[in-house]
């Protein structure tokens, strides 16, 4: 159920990878794309119209991944927290509305409240998108957003330092 609902994240996601890793296997520029730092300073150097949201730019693809991270960061990190009781669809909401529908259009935002309404539980959840033992999910959760929270940060930060936040 869940892989039919989420599938359009998942191929809007791997539409973004796809993006990057034509910029990694360019021959002419893809030394450019080792790093974040390089990445960037690459491309606010030699991609006109950076700054107005150039489409198909590595640091444009990279910050729209930026967001869909903070938001299934802290997803993940409320669901670590919550009990079998509390509601993933509640939950999904309310981090959907803190974070990644800050950047949706409206009708994105809908069929987002649609698709989040229809989550099962959080064992039912956990259960369909894992296949270790519940309980090891769930002690690995934490770690996990840890480890991608640094990341985040990471990348926020480079992002900042180089006016990155807020490509339309």
Known sequence: MTGRLFGFVAKDLEWK????????????CGCHYTTVNTMVQYELNNVPGLHKGQRFSGSR?????????????????RISQSTDHDKTSH????????????????LTR????????????RKDLIS???????????E??????QAGNETYQRVDRILAENK????P
Request: glycine fraction near 2%; aromatic fraction near 10%.
């Open 164 to 167: 990155l936040l807020n490509i």
């Open 91 to 106: 939950i999904a909401s309310e981090v959907y509305h803190q974070t990644l529908s800050n950047h949706h259009p409206w």
């Open 128 to 138: 369909a998108m894992c296949k270790q033992d519940y309980h090891t999910v769930l």
């Open 110 to 121: 809908k069929m987002a409240a649609i698709a989040m309404y229809f989550l099962p539980s």
């Open 140 to 145: 690995l959760l934490g770690k996990v957003v």
């Open 61 to 77: 693809t990279l910050l729209r991944l930026h967001w869909a991270l903070e938001f299934i960061l802290e997803f993940m990190s």
């Open 17 to 28: 990878l796809s993006v990057i890793q034509k910029r990694v296997a360019d021959k002419d």
